[in-house]
Nanobody, 119 residues
Framework: QVQLVESGGGLVQPGGSLRLSCAASGFTFSSYVMSWYRQAPGKERELVAVITGAGTSTNYADSVKGRFTISRDNAKNTVYLQMSSLKPEDTAVYYC????????????WGQGTQVTVSS
């Protein structure tokens, strides 16, 4: 059974930091591109960061470049999102995503973790 379980969300003051984790199970983790998305109230879900299966390439939304870092540990089947210099506009539910395309596309989602940036 495929599972993606996010953790590490919470309430943080502007300028603070958080590290999100997403523990994966039930599929070959290293074969999947992993991503973090977020969805703020009243807004569409948006891509925040993505990392390739081997962890050799990453990409970020312009709004988080230089502040967020995505990484993965394939030995632990876990992907991380280190968030620094947090802003109120980073407030959202953050979702972990796994995707692989081999003929057809396989995609899995976690349940989300709330991040609130507020003083």
């Amino acid at each position: 059974q495929v599972q993606l379980v996010e953790s590490g969300g919470g309430l943080v003051q502007p300028g603070g930091s958080l590290r999100l984790s997403c523990a994966a199970s039930g599929f070959t983790f290293s074969s999947y591109v992993m991503s973090w998305y977020r969805q703020a109230p009243g807004k569409e879900r948006e891509l925040v960061a993505v990392i390739t299966g081997a962890g050799t390439s990453t990409n970020y939304a312009d709004s988080v470049k230089g502040r967020f870092t995505i990484s993965r540990d394939n030995a632990k089947n876990t992907v991380y999102l280190q968030m620094s210099s947090l802003k109120p506009e980073d407030t959202a539910v953050y979702y972990c995503n796994a995707e692989r395309t081999r003929g057809k596309t396989y995609t899995y989602w976690g349940q989300g973790t709330q991040v609130t940036v507020s003083s």
